[in-house]
């Protein structure tokens, strides 16, 4: 028996947002706490945040948005515990005025030419014991998508893999840590021009796999409409009426639910799924760190150029370099090429990776790029490598991560 009944949001359509009018939880006393990611800085956040807060059955709302982030970058699981976003956050909590919320943003482009400072990513284990929500609303998937190279094609056993190991050990966290969490809602990824429908699907359906035991999905596809009359180059944040309206239709179709099933009137989550675990419980999914280290004598064949900083807004940044193995010096790979992701930048700063040119034979010392580690999360841009290729990365590189030493 699963603890909850997921469902995906049908509420209203692109063309006809829902109303505000009679969508109000009215009577009751809920805590809520709201986490986004970057997709929620183009007014989704704002506006979801803004219609839960006047909501009459809302007593207490804590919203935080942080940019790059995955499921695990909210818990303190290691190597996460102290993961800091450097590419715009946003908190909005209860001030002494009810109306008059504390505010704090600090986001690319505000005021013109802003660029952000790091900021360390809220922990979920705290939040349940501060804030102390009935409810979690929470936004995530779009940074699912950089885990597909080329955008279109799926490895099945790969990044169902990784997808699970993000997220599994979240929502463990979450009906295991002690609290007064009663009801979540996943918001899963809008529709994007950034990766086929297929690669969309896969990651919704991973989602829902995860998560569907615990927590009621709301599909925001089912709500959202690409093109955008108003978004970025990369076809996936968009900002704008769009925006307000994927929020009005969310808060919808949270509201709509909450009335016809009070989580006020629900044990706590954590009971109910102590009493009949969920599947997530009895998977084992998450990859121990057990990652042996492959030693190989090679030649660099091909690399990816460096791109400019401007192309992206993120602290560090991966590019990927490939490799023939001349001698396989542990054993352990049987590859007859390797793909090995250098750092090229690290705290926004750009790395001299000069020393590697094409034809130069190197003593590699790398370890695979699985969730266990630091760069897991981290954009990269590889032009060589085959679809089929895992990434790796050098054992002593694995250092260069700003969170490392901690």
């Not at 359509?13 to 109000?24: D, I, K, N, S």
């Not at 970058?73 to 800091?84: D, E, G, L, R, V």
């Not at 954009?379 to 990365?393: C, L, S």
Request: with cysteine.
């Amino acid at each position: 028996m699963a603890c909850l009944t997921s469902v995906q949001a049908q509420q209203g359509t692109a063309e006809e947002p829902p109303r505000r009018a009679g969508l109000v939880l009215g009577d009751t006393s809920y805590r809520v706490l709201f986490l986004g990611d970057s997709m929620s800085f183009g007014g989704f956040g704002d506006r979801l945040d803004e219609l839960l807060r006047s909501d009459p059955g809302v007593s207490h709302l804590h919203t935080y948005m942080a940019c790059g982030v995955s499921p695990l970058s909210w818990t303190k699981i290691p190597p996460y515990a102290n993961i800091k976003t450097s590419c715009g956050y946003t908190s909005i909590e209860p001030g002494d005025d009810p109306l008059k919320p504390k505010r704090f943003m600090d986001v690319y482009g505000r005021p013109a030419g802003h660029v952000p400072s790091s900021h360390r990513v809220p922990k979920i284990e705290t939040l349940l014991d501060s804030a102390k929500p009935d409810v979690l609303v929470f936004q995530c998937g779009n940074n699912f998508f950089s885990l597909f190279k080329d955008r279109r094609t799926i490895q099945e056993e790969y990044h169902r893999k990784y997808i699970r190991s993000l997220t599994i050990p979240f929502l463990k966290h979450l009906i295991t840590t002690p609290g007064n969490l009663r009801r979540i809602y996943w918001i899963t990824p809008p529709q994007a021009g950034s990766v086929t429908e297929e690669i969309q699907e896969f990651v919704f359906r991973e989602i829902q796999h995860c998560a569907g035991d615990i927590a009621t999905i709301i599909d925001s596809r089912t709500i959202t409409k690409y093109p955008y009359k108003v978004m970025d180059r990369d076809k996936e944040h968009f900002w704008g009426d769009d925006a307000i309206a994927w929020a009005d239709k969310v808060y919808s179709s949270v509201i709509s639910d909450l009335l016809k099933n009070p989580a006020e009137g629900m044990p706590l989550l954590a009971d109910v799924c102590r009493d009949n675990p969920p599947r997530i419980l009895k998977e084992s999914e998450a990859a121990k760190d057990n990652r042996p280290v492959v030693k190989v004598s090679a030649k660099l064949v091909a690399c990816t150029e460096i791109p400019d900083p401007s192309a992206f807004p993120y602290g560090e940044y991966l590019v990927g370099y490939r490799y023939q193995i001349l001698r396989n010096r542990s054993g352990g790979y049987e590859g007859k090429e390797i793909l090995v992701m250098h750092p090229s930048y690290v705290k926004k700063v750009v790395r001299d990776l000069s020393a590697f040119k094409i034809g130069g034979t190197y003593n590699l010392e790398v370890v695979e790029i699985d969730e266990k580690s630091l760069w897991a999360a981290v954009n990269r841009k590889d032009d060589v490598g085959d679809i089929e290729m895992i990434p790796y990365i050098q054992v002593a590189d694995e250092k260069l991560h700003p969170e490392y030493a901690k």
